[in-house]
C-alpha cells in the first residue's frame, strides 16, 4: 500500500523559513500531481501549492505567492515545499496529497483532485 509521508514541520518565528518533504513509499511521482494543503484550527483544509510533474507546472494559492516554492525529485519520490517570509496566519498542519496528472494544474486547487494523503505535519508560526 503506497503512503505519503509529510516531514519538516515545526515551530519557527515570524519571517523565518521551513522545509516541508513529502515521500512516496512506492510508485513513481513523475506521472502525477502533487500538491500541498493545510488546516489552521477550526477552519477547513485549504490550498497552498501543486505541481504537475510531467509538464512541469506549478500553481500557488494567492497567500502564498511569491514566498513559497514547490518542487520536488521525481527519482526520489519526494515532494519539497521550501516556505519563507513565513507569517503567522501560515500556521497549521500540512498535508500533501496525490493525485492523477492528467488535467490542467488548476484542478488540483480542489480536492477531489487527489486520492491519497499524507498525515499531516505541524506548522507554528509565533510573532
Known amino acids: 500500500q503506497v503512503e505519503l509521508v509529510e516531514s519538516g514541520g515545526g515551530v519557527v518565528q515570524a519571517g523565518g523559513s521551513l522545509r516541508l518533504s513529502c515521500s512516496a513509499s512506492?510508485?513513481?511521482?513523475?506521472?502525477?500531481?502533487m500538491g500541498w494543503w493545510r488546516q489552521a484550527p477550526g477552519k477547513e483544509r485549504e490550498f497552498v501549492a501543486a505541481?504537475?510533474?510531467?509538464?512541469?507546472?506549478?500553481y500557488y494559492s494567492d497567500s502564498v505567492k511569491g514566498r513559497f516554492t514547490i518542487s520536488g525529485d521525481s527519482a526520489k519520490n519526494t515532494v519539497i515545499l521550501d516556505m519563507d517570509d513565513l507569517k503567522p496566519e501560515d500556521s497549521g498542519i500540512y498535508y500533501c496529497?496525490?493525485?492523477?496528472?492528467?488535467?490542467?494544474?488548476?484542478?488540483?486547487?480542489?480536492?477531489?483532485?487527489?486520492?491519497?494523503w499524507g498525515q499531516g505535519t505541524p506548522v507554528t508560526v509565533s510573532s
Open positions: 496529497g496525490r493525485g492523477e496528472g492528467y488535467q490542467g494544474i488548476t484542478y488540483y486547487t480542489q480536492e477531489k483532485a487527489y486520492d491519497l
Open positions: 512506492e510508485g513513481t511521482v513523475s506521472r502525477l500531481a
Open positions: 505541481t504537475r510533474w510531467n509538464i512541469f507546472s506549478t
